[in-house]
């Protein structure tokens, strides 16, 4: 199902771009307080300042996305009936976040101005030069790795444009991955919508990223799914993070339904 809106109020692009999660968590027993930040869509002048700094072109999509909000935050809570004999625990469970444009940092190629001791993505890179090259990103200055979401600080999901073999001149559109912190690659999506769809499918349970990649789920975080999730993990085995495009899916001209209904309200005034 796709979302195509001409003019739309704040409340109906927020739920449309949510795909109906917000009412679905409402209606989901032992989730409460969810809170969506409704931001105010980022400056163009801003989207080309970032561009012209970093010497690169954010995806089609993602400008969309920034163009009608400058960055996505949904948070809920969840109430256990009971854990560890202690009745009525209200934790802190879904997070689901985009970097506004200007917390959307690169992380490798620079050097950093901390501690000289300490050793930053860079210097890891220098150190591993002797290994052969592979398809997965790298730490080194050809590759511009740039934070979506600090995954509450046990990943990283990250924009990577890849280093490309010199002579080559093709455009290649950014991919997204995951950065964990033993600083290993796990690729999660083609496209920044695609990621945008999984992040809501998965209702933002904590370390869901960690389904794409080899070593899982933890524990705590299976038990999470299991408990407000569980059609997930009765899904058949996850063997790619590519959904069927024919399944439920975000149309990115949504992204964009705020700058025309602004538009217009100007040219009524």
Same mark, same amino acid.
């Given at each position: 199902?796709?979302?195509?809106?001409?003019?739309? %109020?704040? =409340?109906? $692009?927020?739920?449309?771009?949510?795909?109906?999660?917000?009412? !679905?968590? +409402?209606?989901?027993?032992? @989730?409460?307080?969810?809170?969506?930040?409704?931001?105010?869509?980022?400056?163009?002048?801003?989207?080309?300042?970032?561009?012209?700094?970093?010497?690169?072109?954010?995806?089609?999509?993602?400008?969309?996305?920034?163009? %009608?909000? =400058?960055? $996505?935050?949904?948070?809920?809570?969840?109430?256990?009936?009971? !854990?560890? +004999?202690?009745?009525?625990? @209200?934790?802190?469970?879904?997070?689901?976040?985009?970097?506004?444009?200007?917390?959307?940092?690169?992380?490798?190629?620079?050097?950093?101005?901390?501690?000289?001791?300490?050793?930053?993505?860079?210097?890891?890179?220098?150190?591993?030069?002797?290994?052969?090259?592979?398809?997965?990103?790298?730490?080194?200055?050809?590759?511009?790795?740039?934070?979506?979401?600090?995954?509450?600080?046990?990943?990283?999901?990250?924009?990577?444009?890849?280093?490309?073999?010199?002579?080559?001149?093709?455009?290649?559109?950014?991919?997204?991955?995951?950065?964990?912190?033993?600083?290993?690659?796990?690729?999660?999506?083609?496209?920044?919508?695609?990621?945008?769809?999984?992040?809501?499918?998965?209702?933002?349970?904590?370390?869901?990223?960690?389904?794409?990649?080899?070593?899982?789920?933890?524990?705590?975080?299976?038990?999470?799914?299991?408990?407000?999730?569980?059609?997930?993990?009765?899904?058949?085995?996850?063997?790619?993070?590519?959904?069927?495009?024919?399944?439920?899916?975000?149309?990115?001209?949504?992204?964009?339904?705020?700058?025309?209904?602004?538009?217009?309200?100007?040219?009524?005034?």
């Amino acid at each position: 199902m796709t979302f195509v809106v001409d003019v739309v %109020s704040e =409340d109906s $692009f927020y739920e449309n771009i949510c795909l109906g999660l917000t009412k !679905l968590l +409402e209606n989901t027993p032992g @989730v409460q307080g969810i809170e969506l930040e409704k931001r105010l869509p980022c400056e163009r002048m801003l989207i080309s300042s970032w561009e012209q700094r970093h010497l690169c072109s954010l995806p089609e999509d993602l400008r969309q996305f920034y163009s %009608s909000t =400058d960055g $996505f935050r949904l948070i809920w809570n969840y109430e256990y009936a009971a !854990l560890d +004999e202690i009745l009525g625990e @209200v934790l802190p469970i879904g997070n689901l976040r985009i970097n506004s444009i200007a917390e959307l940092k690169r992380l490798a190629g620079v050097k950093s101005s901390g501690d000289a001791e300490c050793p930053n993505l860079l210097d890891i890179e220098i150190c591993n030069q002797s290994e052969p090259r592979s398809t997965k990103p790298n730490f080194g200055s050809k590759c511009k790795v740039f934070e979506l979401d600090p995954c509450q600080n046990v990943a990283k999901v990250c924009l990577v444009y890849m280093e490309k073999p010199e002579g080559d001149t093709r455009k290649e559109e950014p991919k997204i991955w995951l950065l964990d912190r033993s600083y290993e690659w796990h690729f999660l999506a083609d496209t920044f919508t695609q990621y945008f769809r999984m992040m809501l499918v998965h209702q933002g349970l904590p370390q869901w990223q960690f389904r794409f990649t080899p070593m899982g789920l933890t524990p705590w975080a299976e038990q999470m799914m299991f408990m407000i999730c569980p059609h997930l993990l009765a899904e058949q085995e996850v063997k790619s993070p590519r959904f069927d495009p024919s399944l439920n899916q975000i149309d990115p001209s949504i992204f964009k339904t705020r700058n025309k209904s602004s538009k217009q309200k100007k040219g009524d005034k």
